[in-house]
């Protein structure tokens, strides 16, 4: 069936990098724009950054623009999310999170993974 | 920035309908979506497009957009429609962003 698995979360030093990965299994993942959302302890979600399915478009959040970096490859059904200069405010689960329709990004998000956790200490 | 304004909670008892706003300037032309969050859970979309429902999602919840308020609408609730619902959209005013409601937790009295 269709799924997305996050992997790559820990513990890390403030001031640290750290990837995180999204494997996609069950559909063409290369068809898809897929997003990062994250959500930090008791909080709501935030949404963090999109990549179009052909890689051409790339947006973050406001806030996150130039510490973070999200990049796919389709051979290996995988989505990164590239995150440096890790602070405090950065603790969350981490979702990855597939556009509703092929080939576009605004239509809703109709397949999440379980999330991965982010805990960043000082 | 663009903002989404959701009541932090709702209670309803069994079997009545639960009503949860979305405000914004302007609402109306933008498509909104809903997700449904189960502790511990991941977000499940329940409402695409204002008022579309994916597969497998029951025809008791539903959704509406007009002026300045989207609400999603949950008739004869139930203990399992206990959750946080969080409305969503696309902005591209001054740049691409995906927005987010601060959610509203649905207690079922």
């Known amino acids: 069936q269709e799924q997305l698995v996050e992997s790559g979360g820990g513990v890390v030093q403030s001031g640290r990098s750290l990837r995180l990965n999204c494997e996609a299994s069950g559909f063409s993942f290369e068809s898809y724009g897929m997003h990062w959302v994250r959500q930090a302890p008791g909080k709501g979600l935030e949404w963090v950054a999109v990549?179009?399915?052909?890689?051409?478009?790339?947006f973050y959040a406001e806030s996150l623009k130039g510490r973070f970096t999200i990049s796919r490859d389709d051979a290996k059904k995988t989505l990164f999310l590239e995150m440096n200069s890790l602070r405090g405010e950065d603790t969350a689960v981490y979702f990855c999170?597939?556009?509703?329709?092929?080939?576009?990004?605004?239509?809703?998000?109709?397949?999440w993974g379980r999330g991965t956790r982010v805990t960043v200490s000082s | 920035s663009y903002v989404l304004t959701q009541p932090p909670s709702v209670s309803v008892a069994p079997g009545q309908t639960a009503n949860i706003t979305c405000g914004g300037p302007?609402?109306?032309?933008?498509?909104v979506h809903w997700y449904q969050q189960r502790p511990g859970q991941a977000p499940v979309l329940v409402i695409y497009d204002d008022f579309a429902r994916p597969t497998g999602i029951p025809e008791r919840i539903s959704g509406s957009n007009s002026g300045n308020t989207a609400t999603l609408t949950i008739t004869r609730v139930e203990a399992g429609d206990e959750a946080d619902y969080f409305c969503?959209?696309?902005?591209?005013?001054?740049?691409?962003?995906?927005?987010f409601g601060g959610g509203t937790k649905l207690t079922v009295l």
């Open positions: 969503q959209v696309w902005d591209n005013h001054i740049d691409q962003s995906w927005l």
């Open positions: 990549m179009s399915y052909d890689g051409s478009k790339k």
């Open positions: 999170a597939r556009n509703r329709l092929r080939g576009r990004l605004v239509d809703g998000f109709d397949l």
């Open positions: 302007g609402i109306e032309t933008k498509s």
